[in-house]
């Protein structure tokens, strides 16, 4: 029912950023937890960071607490990963998920979210 599409990607060099956006369509996301998670080549699926329906709670993996912030706007549908000093290691496709959920908790199991973006690649060189 809901499709999330990512943009925002791209090619930086190491120490820069990047505004990574999640537009979603089909219904309002504003009951609905938002989530990160990236996958570089040869690697598992990782989460990095999530928000609840209101923004009051966020998530981050360790990876890239301090240089991250999740944030949502209900009312243009729309969440967003502000990525800071980021590093080679943060080369991946990065995936916006959610699952519908009004609690206060944002999960950072992949398990747990329901629709999938299909990715935009994030390339830092060195």
């Known amino acids: 029912q809901v499709q999330v599409v990512e943009s925002g990607g791209g090619l930086v060099q190491a120490g820069g950023s990047l505004r990574l956006s999640c537009a979603a369509s089909g219904r309002s ?11 570089a080549p040869g690697k598992e699926r990782e989460f990095v960071a999530a928000i609840n329906w209101s923004g009051g709670s966020t998530n981050y993996a360790d990876s890239v607490k301090g240089r991250s912030t999740i944030s949502r706007d209900n009312a243009k549908n729309t969440v967003y990963l502000q990525m800071n000093g980021l590093k080679p290691e943060d080369t991946a496709v990065y995936y916006c998920a959610g699952y519908y959920s ?3 908790y944002a999960s950072g199991r992949g398990s747990e979210y329901v629709y999938w973006g ?3 690649q994030v390339t830092v060189s060195s």
């Open 29 to 39: 996301i504003s009951t609905y937890v938002m989530g990160w998670f990236r996958q």
């Open 118 to 120: 299909q990715g935009t």
């Open 102 to 104: 009004t609690g206060y």
